[in-house]
C-alpha cells in the first residue's frame, strides 16, 4: 500500500518534471547549434517582403536571397539573434517576422483567437446545459401526448 | 426558461463576432506600413553604403565630401537595370565633367563574375559593391531602385524604376 505521503511526493516530482522539460524546452535555443543551423533557423523565421506568406528561407525572390546573404554575414560576424531581428524590422517593419511580437498591439493576434475560442466554448457549453435542464416534461407535454392518444384510439 | 437560451446564445454569438472582426482588423492593420514600393529613408540620413569593391578597392559613401552620390542597385539579370545601363552611362559622364557627384553600384543577389563581365562589355567605371546589408538597409525588395544622397547625406530622391540621366542632372543643378 503506498502512503498518502508518498502519493503526494509522487505528484510533486510530476509536476516539477513537466514544469522544468517545458522550461528547459522553451529557454533552449541550441547550444550546440551549427552557425549553419543557426543560419537557416533565422531563415525560416523571417518572412519574404515581396513574397505571399513565404518565409525567406523558401523562397525564390531576389530580395529572400539578399536577406539569407545578409543574415549569413551577420552570424559570421558575430551578431546576435536579436540585432539581426532588429535591423531586418528596421528596414522592413515588423511584416517581415512570420511570428508577430508577443507584445504591444501585436500581441491581440495571440490573445483575441484564444478570447474567441474561450468564448465558443463557453457558449457551447451554455447551450448544452440549457438543453439538458429543459428535458423536463411538463403538463402541456402531457395535455398534447393524451390528446395524441385519444385521437389514435378513437 | 425557453427564452433564455436564444438570448444567451445571441450574446454569445455576438461577443464571437466582434471579437473575430477585431482580429480581422488587426490583422488588417498590423505592421504599420505596407512592403510595398514607398521608402521610408527619403528624407533621412543616408545608411553606411560601405564595402570592398569588385576590382579589388574599396568604396565608403562617407568619402564623398561635398559631392551628391547616386546609388543604385543593379544585377545582371535584371531588364530594368540593362536598359537604364546607358542613361547610368550619360550621368557618369555629366557627373565626371562637373565634379557634382559620384556614383556607385551594389550588386543585388548577383555573382560577382557575371557583374564584372557586363561592366567590362558594358562600360561604367564606378565602384561596384557586394554587401548584403546595404541592400537590407535601404529596403530593396525589387530593382531597378537608384537613390539620390544630397551633399548633406541625406536621402532626397528614391527612383523604383528606370532611371533617366537628364532628370537627374536638373534635381542637382535645380539644389545647387
Redesign the interface.
Known sequence: MISSKARRLGWVAIVISVVGMSLVAYFDTGGLETQGERIQRLSESFAC??CDGESVSESNA??A???R??I???VNSGQSDTEIRD??V???????LLN?PASG??S??WV??V??AA??A??FT??FD??R??QEVTDADRKLVASARTDRDR | ??E??PQ??RW??G??AV??V??IA??AV??????GRSNRLLGEPVPSVAGDTLDGGSYDIADAGDRWVLVNFF?T?CAGCIAEHPELLRFEEWANETGQAEMVAVV??DPAERVEQFFAENGGDWPVID???V?????????PETFLVSPDGIVVQHIAGEVQADTLIQTIEASS
Not at chain 1, 90 to 96: E, L
Open positions: 517582403p515581396q531576389a530580395v536571397a539578399t536577406i546573404a545578409f549569413a554575414d551577420e535591423d531586418l528596421q528596414a522592413y517593419t515588423v511584416r517581415v508577430p498591439l501585436s491581440l493576434l483575441l483567437p478570447v474567441a468564448a465558443g463557453v457558449g451554455a447551450l440549457n438543453r435542464t429543459n | 426558461m425557453a433564455k437560451r444567451t446564445a454569445i454569438a461577443a464571437i471579437t473575430l477585431g482580429f488587426l490583422l498590423s505592421g504599420g506600413e505596407a512592403l544585377a539579370w543585388f543577389n554587401t548584403p546589408s541592400p537590407v538597409s535601404f529596403q530593396v525588395s525589387q530593382i
